[in-house]
């Protein structure tokens, strides 16, 4: 039994929402009544044509019934960016600081209100027009943590282009593939980006990415806008003449300021229906192509803005840090589009938690007096490990809200949290949601829920959870089960770009009725729900998910490698590690070359996160008589447990001995 923790009284007394009962309360109406609900929320919204009573939702979740879709405020007209400046604007936000930003290097800083922000949106947005840029079109994003990568998005969503963020670790080939999919009109990228000592230059890894486009997928991107940044910022390490680090395309590329100069501060937005697309985020696909999850206008917009508020509890004065990458969905919903919604000031930060020391995180919460901290379990507890004093010796006492997100937290991990770092005062939320939720989904509310360390916690609004067996069937009261949602939330994804057909089968099929997560989930006596992890061929690396068969397709790549499967592994920082087994081809000598060569054809093809820590070879795999390669008994195996259990169903059960034998 896990200790039970409740929200201490200096956070119930700021809270919206203080007690659990009132949560219980607003839960059951949320379900009982959806459109009073949101309707009461989407009041606050500018609509150039209001919703229609009625309209409010519709949706099948049931593909025997026809095809799967929701949708949310058909027939609202509206724009997410006047939404989240000029509506602020009017309501006399507009010298609000919008986000202080923190460079790599502490020296740099800046800060941006949301007036300002609107004008260089405006400006940007205008250059995106006169660049041909229209309603509908896809502009690919591949940026560091900068102003700039905020500018773009938004100004993407003001005239109604669909943008489509990059995480700037990925290599050149996901890039291109990336880019081909969703056929890109225009890239936009930074010269490069300091990340610690390390320079990161990411015009080059576009320029390849140009390349592939064209040679392996035919795809040309006509425009590749460059943010001059590397010349504005302190040098962190060892670095060359910029402008020898990559080529200059001159029929493709332009910078950034050229393009906006001249442009006018004002722009008209383009009024949009509520389920016309915002925007679309890769994210792995268990068959190794990713897919292009896409959200839409007005219910991604009522969802990120109510979660962000209620889940971290922002008040007026607050300063809000969210670490995610832009490139992953956190950073979308929490970095960008719910902080802004709810005319909050935010901290975004471009550097490492590492660099120059490692309480660099804790020093810019003393720094910005951070009121919400919101970071993954990987980097508490990479943080951990170098002892409490780093966090003491900072005056952190502007903390009330500690958020969690990415993968489950280890109690050994959130106790740290709990007691170190918010002092034994703040809340916990550990938010379970993915890419194709949009928004927090299972969580803690601060003032409200109880907290056992471990535990995501309770439905969001109008979420209603279901654990289901094996066979389908619902699970009642406590159990373990598939995690899946029997109804659409208004910020859940719509559709995979380009392929709904892929959409149904992934996430509708294998439970008719219900959206499936992929994840597993308990559901404990006190009614806390607890999120066990991917049920598919998944595997989170620090908080990133990759398939294995993605990692498999590369390291087969190699010429000399036949075969390879590629597990999980507990890992004390990362959360879990890729253990890699490869099978070779006849007279392929095995050894620390080989290795070596694999390891970086990973990071090169997909990106350095998803680098390998073992390359085991194989002999054989242990596979059923069907084929199937028996993941379960490699898991044991990556671990060293020698209790593997029944093996009868392998088609030759002696290649499990050998493969214990060459462990390295
Ligand atoms: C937001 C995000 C989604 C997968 C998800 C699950 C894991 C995320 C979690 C969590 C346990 C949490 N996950 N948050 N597991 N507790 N609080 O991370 O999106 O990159 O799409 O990953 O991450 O396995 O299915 P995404």
């Not at 508490?380 to 990415?406: C, P, Q, W, Y």
Request: hydrophobic residues 35%.
């Amino acid at each position: 039994m896990s200790r039970v923790y409740q929200p201490s009284d200096y956070v119930v007394e700021k809270s919206r929402l203080p007690s659990f009962e009132k949560y219980k309360e607003m839960h059951k109406k949320s379900l009982e009544d959806p459109e009073a609900f949101w309707s009461e929320i989407a009041k606050e919204f500018h609509w150039q044509t209001p919703c229609q009573p009625g309209k409010f939702v519709s949706y099948n979740f049931d593909i025997d019934k026809g095809d799967i879709f929701v949708k949310w405020l058909e027939g609202a007209t509206t724009n997410v960016c006047f939404n989240v400046l000029d509506r602020n604007i009017r309501n006399g936000h507009g010298d609000k600081i919008a986000y202080y930003w923190e460079g790599n290097h502490p020296d740099d800083y800046s800060r941006i209100t949301y007036k300002k922000l609107l004008d260089s949106v405006c400006m940007f947005a205008n250059a995106l027009r006169e660049n041909g840029v229209r309603k509908g079109d896809r502009v690919a994003i591949y940026m560091p943590m900068i102003m700039e990568t905020v500018i773009c998005m938004l100004g993407c969503a003001r005239i109604g282009a669909v943008h489509s963020v990059v995480f700037a670790g990925f290599s050149p080939d996901s890039l291109a593939e990336r880019m081909s999919d969703c056929k890109a009109k225009v890239l936009v990228t930074a010269d490069g980006a300091w990340r610690g000592e390390k320079l990161l230059v990411l015009k080059k890894t576009c320029d390849q990415a140009l390349e592939k486009a064209r040679t392996k997928h035919n795809h040309e991107v006509s425009l590749c806008i460059v943010v001059s940044h590397l010349g504005r910022v302190k040098p962190c390490g060892k670095m060359d003449d910029i402008k020898k680090l990559y080529d200059w395309n001159y029929n493709v590329d332009v910078w950034w300021h050229e393009i906006m100069e001249g442009q006018s501060p004002i722009c008209a937005p383009e009024w949009m229906n509520a389920e016309d697309p915002l925007f679309m985020l890769y994210t792995s696909g268990s068959t190794g192509k990713p897919k292009g999850v896409l959200h839409t206008i007005a219910g991604y917009m009522l969802y990120a803005t109510t979660t962000f508020r209620y889940v971290f509890d922002y008040r007026e004065k607050d300063i809000y840090w969210c670490t995610a990458d832009v490139g992953w969905i956190t950073g979308h919903t929490y970095v960008v589009y719910a902080p802004l919604a709810n005319a909050a000031t935010s901290l975004m930060f471009e550097g490492t938690p590492f660099y120059p020391d490692n309480d660099r995180y804790w020093s810019l919460v003393e720094k910005y007096k951070v009121t919400q901290f919101y970071t993954a379990p990987t980097a508490i507890r990479a943080l951990m490990k170098f002892g409490d004093e780093l966090v003491t010796k900072h005056n952190l006492k502007t903390l009330r809200v500690l958020g969690s997100v990415g993968e489950p937290i280890n109690p050994e991990a959130w106790l740290w949290f709990y007691n170190l770092v918010g002092n034994k005062r703040c809340s916990i939320v550990d938010t379970f949601w993915q890419t194709e939720t949009g928004g927090h989904v299972l969580t803690g509310l601060p003032g409200a829920s109880p907290m056992k360390p471990g535990a995501a916690g309770f439905p969001f609004f109008g979420v209603e959870p279901t654990l289901l067996d094996e066979s389908g069937k619902v699970i009642e009261g406590p159990g373990e089960g598939y995690l899946v949602f029997s109804r659409p939330w208004p910020g859940i994804m719509r559709t995979l770009f380009g392929d709904h057909a892929r959409y149904q089968k992934v996430y509708f099929s294998k439970f008719k009725g219900y959206y499936c997560t992929g994840d597993g989930a308990r559901r404990d006596e006190n009614g806390f729900l607890w999120v066990t992890g991917r049920i598919d061929d998944m595997l989170n690396v620090s908080g990133h998910l990759l398939s294995t068969s993605e990692v498999e397709g590369v390291l087969t790549e190699e010429h000399s490698v036949s075969e390879a499967a590629v597990v999980s592994k507990p890992h004390p920082v990362k959360g879990e590690s890729l253990y890699c087994f490869v099978i070779l081809n006849e007279g392929v000598q095995f050894g620390p070359e080989l290795i070596d060569a694999l390891k970086k054809r990973v990071r090169n093809r997909i990106g350095a996160f998803a680098a390998p820590d073992v390359i085991q070879y194989a002999p054989g795999l242990p596979k059923t008589r069907s084929g199937k390669i028996m993941r379960r008994i490699l898991r044991k195996i990556a671990l060293g447990d020698t209790d593997i259990g029944d093996t009868s169903t392998l088609a030759d059960p002696s290649v499990v001995d050998e493969l214990f034998k060459s462990r390295p």
